[in-house]
């Protein structure tokens, strides 16, 4: 499995982004961040086909997850975005087709796509 992460730059405090992730296929997708010196966390996650999502309770209400099943790609809308949001996004594939904010839940990785957000 090949996924592949896009859509990062960088955008001022307030503003809106849109990741891609090509390759979700008919996995349980997930989307995580690293901040410089942080760990690794959860952000969102969405079943197959799509019927059921989970948030981290910072973003909740301001990003969006959904997938394109024909075009096999994972998207991550983002907006009234902050400085705190400001880090690397991967994207994630499950061969458990449920939600999971666990990243050991997930067995691939894509390679990441660096958001920052300017206050």
């Known amino acids: 499995v090949q996924l592949q992460a896009s859509g990062g730059g960088l955008v001022q405090a307030g503003g809106s982004l849109r990741l891609s992730c090509a390759g979700s296929?008919?996995?349980?997708m997930g989307w995580f961040r690293q901040a410089p010196g942080k760990e690794r966390e959860f952000v969102a996650a969405i079943s197959f086909p799509g019927r059921k999502t989970d948030y981290a309770t910072s973003v909740k209400g301001r990003f969006t997850i959904s997938r394109d099943n024909v075009k096999s790609t994972l998207y991550l809308q983002m907006n009234s975005l902050e400085p705190e949001d400001t880090a690397v996004y991967y994207c994630?594939?499950?061969?458990?087709?449920?939600?999971?904010?666990?990243?050991?839940?997930?067995?691939?990785w894509g390679q990441g796509t660096l958001v920052t957000v300017s206050s």
């Open positions: 296929g008919r996995y349980g």
């Open positions: 994630a594939a499950s061969n458990w087709q449920t939600v999971s904010s666990t990243w050991s839940h997930y067995n691939y």
